[in-house]
């Protein structure tokens, strides 16, 4: 299979074809840093229809600059990297304060390299050979911890989220929400605090279908105050939104 090439030298996105995630989940962008073809292939099919959009580059150097340069959910790292090696990755993450949940993936299995990656910043370390339903999990497990829950039901405000079931709960009725009322919903709950620009919605929400136009996010967002709470998301002007 001959892989399109990005603007970064070594960087692919994949997609599938058949994708089997539930009407209401957002992608999840996921930056995948790993050099041998064949791992990043089956990641890519393989956590798809988990909900995960995955990007890959295939060198260190690249991988450093896009994960200063870009927002992602999660990183998968490999330490093995030509370029510049995965730790030393890390290790510049966060001295640049780049906090993005990072999941280290290598053959490098022994404990005393599971603590080095540890102790250089990781959130999580998975040796190979691996499953692809537990990175899949384990990647869940960060980006909901980095939200403020550890567990799939996320709560804001007067507003529960079971991420898992679709439901959304305030002030303990449980509300309507259509499918994409769900994925802008999810999408901000996963991003407390966090600026979110029409452009990153358009891209994020609607990347499965054939509308993003700008005037399509103010309509939801609308639906969403209405449903939720007239203050629960506020604009930004000239910015974007926020989960108030």
Known sequence: MNLPHGFL???????????????????IRILLIEDDDEIAKRLASGLDPEGFR?????????????GVGEMFDAVILDLGLP???????????????????????SAQGTWTEKVEGLNSGADDYITKPFHIPEVAARLKALIRR???????????????LDTISGRAIVQGNEVDLTASELRMLTYFMLRPGRLISQNELSEQ????????????????????????????????????????
């Open 54 to 66: 995955v990007e890959r580059t295939d060198n260190g150097e690249d991988g450093f600059a896009l």
């Open 9 to 27: 030298s070594g960087r692919f996105q994949f997609r599938a074809i058949e994708c089997r995630r539930r009407p209401w989940e957002v992608p």
């Open 146 to 160: 980095k939200s403020g829950s550890a567990v799939p039901t996320i709560n804001h405000n007067g507003v529960c």
């Open 205 to 244: 929400l609607y990347a499965l279908e054939n509308s993003a136009e700008s005037n399509t996010i103010e309509v939801y967002i609308s639906r969403l105050r209405r449903k939720l709470g007239r203050d629960f998301i506020t604009t930004v002007r000239g910015l974007g939104y926020r989960m108030s």
């Open 83 to 105: 370029g510049m090696q995965g730790l030393a990755v890390l290790h510049r993450w966060r001295l640049q304060r780049c906090d993005v949940p990072v999941l280290i993936l």
